[in-house]
């Protein structure tokens, strides 16, 4: 190991030690002694800890005094404290207990148990796993939930369902000797099962397969399992409805098959309600369209969520849509935008919604979302649909709500010069032109040699879609502040993933760490991202492998018209869709790129058509209708072949790393493999490495690390920089 690698993993260490902000909580408001007025706010945070391997979750505490429109005063209590072992918590909305789903091990034997903590006992614990009514607790963001009930009698969550154990045609049966226990577990097992394919929400989400509606009694310690969701449903996203009368929850419909869930909001599902004592359900909303993120008014009157269509695209641009609890009556707030608006207002693009997002009036609903290339922080008016951002003006790249409740939003700040931070501040009222008073909580360090701009192209009229014409898009310039000697700066060029998703200006620790060697980073989002309406998202179907090459390529060759930067030192790399891209550029373009890194890349569409967990999206990209029960016809097959990089390998002549996570569902490795050996095939100078235990995105800790050193070094070493 020579000094360039260890300086590169110090500064790799160094700059990871930022945590980002995950969850904050803020408490009711409580009247101190001397009639100030003062709330908590809870945060969580996660860090990646090298030496443990490990992503920790640590929280903190803030008190915030106020006057319901204004902070007084705020400052920490206390230090961080690392969690461990907690799946899921939840204070109740008193504040006066907490749940705690924990997952701990027993005598060698992994348990999970419900934890109901009042003040500072804790008063339950109850052993989920023995208590055997269903299998593991979902704490994923897809279909998990850990809710009070509005009277802090119940809790409810989201768990797999209970699955008969299978046993062997050859198990001898129960003798008389064994433990009653153990005889009446052999009476509910099947046998013939064992081997039974189960299937699952396929990438991030395998094991998960039925889910089930939960609820605990605590009074009564009871858990039961919620009756009258329909067979052909996947309950998640639940919460407890006015009254506490039952539950209103996403169905996600799983015939006639399921399709991947993760990244794919696109997924036909519904609304339902179902009721407590009957078991009856009710779909609230239509049973042909997508939804996510349903939220309850603070006057219980109106669920507001996200809307999009099934098929196409799998992020595009939603629609809010609202319930109205009493009159049953479905209205959209906020419709589709095609093309942005004159304000500015681009869409709403995103696949959750905060925790909390409605004014204390009921009136208004808030949405931290990308706008082009930053991401920001609007309002919407619901009576009138109006949306106006609180930070167009700001030169923060991202806003992210973390938590809004009694107009004290809390909000985590990051730009790609500055690790995220703590703000809060109140919402002003609907009729005032006043500005947000933001207050820093906890602050971060900004970097002062790292620059950021973003950058807008015009496509040239040969590049423009006649079906969408007129349509620009951006890049996201990262460079060192002071640029050495002219002419000589590299480059890296990142491609996004998706292809419908988006780089906002935030903070992004792999490329702050290459600024910081002295490389620039230029991350594009080509036509085809989210953020700039939903005509632009529509205008890649089709095109991919051309439209989204051609746009990588026009910026990146506009950037190098600016004398900073050293032409023959350009590389690209990418991930998924990005890794796509990276191998289009460096067919499509030989020689100009001198070191290529895909992560899990596309490289063949119709190989992977069969194999990924969503297979629509080789079909929808390539530009057809997709169908879960045809086999596409022989001139789709041929598209698909047609728009993959593979189509363009023996003009490669760049050199090629490539990251393969052994149990990506959304890409499978052999992918990658095809690919190495096209290469290989070719005496291409490639290198692979395998990551077991890491699925598409290859963020597990070491897996992560061990990418960027490689990555970076494959880099330097390709680039002649050393
Ligand atoms: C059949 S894989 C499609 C590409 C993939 N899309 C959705 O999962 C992708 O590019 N993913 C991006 C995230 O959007 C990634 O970086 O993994």
């Excluded at 399709?259 to 359900?281: A, E, H, I, Q």
């Excluded at 991919?544 to 990588?552: H, N």
């Amino acid at each position: 190991i020579d000094f360039f690698t260890i300086f590169l993993s110090k500064l790799y260490r160094e700059l990871s030690l930022y945590p980002s902000l995950s969850r904050a909580d803020v408490g009711p408001v409580i009247t101190s002694q001397y009639g100030g007025k003062y709330s908590n706010i809870y945060t969580e945070w996660s860090q990646r800890d090298l030496e443990r391997n490990e992503n920790v979750k640590f929280c903190r505490q803030y008190i915030v005094f106020h006057d319901d429109k204004s902070l007084v005063y705020s400052g920490a209590s206390g230090n961080c404290t690392e969690i461990r072992g907690e799946v899921l918590s939840k204070d109740s909305p008193s504040g006066e207990m907490k749940a705690v789903v924990r997952e701990c091990t027993v005598k060698g034997e992994e348990k999970q148990f419900l934890e109901i903590w009042s003040k500072n006992i804790k008063m339950k614990s109850i052993n989920l796993t023995a208590l055997k009514k269903h299998g593991k607790v979902y704490e994923d963001e897809q279909f998990g939930c850990l809710v009070w009930s509005h009277s802090e009698t119940h809790l409810l969550y989201v768990a797999e369902k209970k699955r008969p154990k299978a046993e062997s045609f050859f198990q001898l049966s129960s003798s008389i000797d064994e433990e009653e226990t153990t005889r009446l577990d052999r009476k509910e097992t099947v046998k013939g099962e064992q081997f039974a394919y189960h299937e699952d929400w396929g990438e991030a989400l395998v094991n998960k397969s039925c889910p089930v509606l939960c609820v605990l009694d605590i009074e009564g310690d009871n858990v039961s399992v919620l009756e009258g969701v329909p067979d052909d449903i996947s309950p998640g996203q639940a919460f407890w409805a006015p009254g506490d009368t039952g539950v209103v929850f996403v169905g996600w419909w799983h015939e006639p098959f399921r399709l991947g869930l993760k990244f794919c909001p696109n997924r036909r599902s519904s609304l339902f309600y179902v009721d407590l004592t009957g078991g009856k359900c009710e779909q609230l909303s239509s049973g042909s369209s997508a939804v996510c993120s349903p939220r309850l008014s603070p006057d219980q009157c109106r669920i507001i969520y996200l809307e999009c269509s099934v098929y196409g695209p799998h992020m595009q641009c939603s629609k809010l849509c609202m319930y109205d609890w009493y009159t049953k009556k479905t209205s959209v707030v906020v419709d589709e935008v095609k093309r942005s608006k004159e304000d500015g207002f681009a869409g709403i693009y995103c696949s959750q919604l905060s925790p909390k997002c409605w004014s204390a009036d009921s009136q208004r609903v808030l949405i931290s979302c990308p706008q082009r290339s930053r991401k920001d922080l609007l309002t919407v008016d619901i009576s009138t649909g109006s949306v106006t951002s609180l930070t167009a003006e700001s030169d923060i790249g991202s806003w992210c709500l973390l938590n809004i409740e009694r107009d004290l939003m809390v909000v985590s700040c990051s730009s790609p010069n500055c690790p995220p931070y703590l703000v809060v501040g109140f919402l002003p009222s609907r009729d005032s032109q006043e500005k947000v008073v933001w207050v820093t909580l906890e602050g971060s360090q900004m970097l002062p040699d790292i620059g950021w701009q973003i950058m807008t192209f015009t496509p040239p009229p040969e590049h423009d879609n006649s079906q969408y014409p007129g349509l620009d898009f951006e890049a996201l310039l990262i460079k060192p502040k002071e640029v050495k000697a002219e002419g000589n700066l590299p480059l890296i060029v990142i491609p996004h993933g998706g292809p419908h998703s988006v780089i906002v200006a935030e903070w992004i620790l792999s490329s702050s760490v290459l600024c910081s060697m002295g490389f620039a980073v230029l991350l594009v989002n080509y036509r085809g991202s989210l953020g700039f309406g939903q005509d632009n998202i529509l205008s890649l179907l089709g095109n991919v492998g051309s439209q989204d090459v051609k746009d990588v390529q026009f910026a990146v060759e506009s950037v190098l018209k600016n004398g900073d930067f050293d032409g023959q030192k350009v590389a690209v790399s990418g991930g998924s869709h990005g890794g796509f891209l990276a191998c289009h550029l460096i067919g499509q373009h030989p020689g100009f790129y001198k070191a290529c890194v895909a992560r899990n890349p596309v490289t063949n569409l119709a190989s992977m058509v069969g194999s990924t967990d969503i297979p629509d999206w080789c079909v929808v990209e390539a530009g057809y209708d997709y169908s879960p029960d045809c086999l596409p016809e022989p001139s789709v097959w041929e598209q698909m072949l047609n728009k993959s990089p593979i189509k363009h390998v023996t003009q490669v002549q760049t050199p090629v790393l490539l990251t393969l996570g052994e149990d990506d569902k959304r890409v499978p490795n052999k992918q990658g493999i095809e690919y190495y050996k096209a290469l290989k095939a070719r005496q291409i100078p490639v290198r692979l490495l395998w990551y077991p235990g890491n699925n598409h995105s290859l963020s597990k800790v070491d897996a992560e690390s061990d990418g960027f050193m490689n990555i970076a070094l494959w880099i330097i070493q390709h680039l002649s920089l050393r």
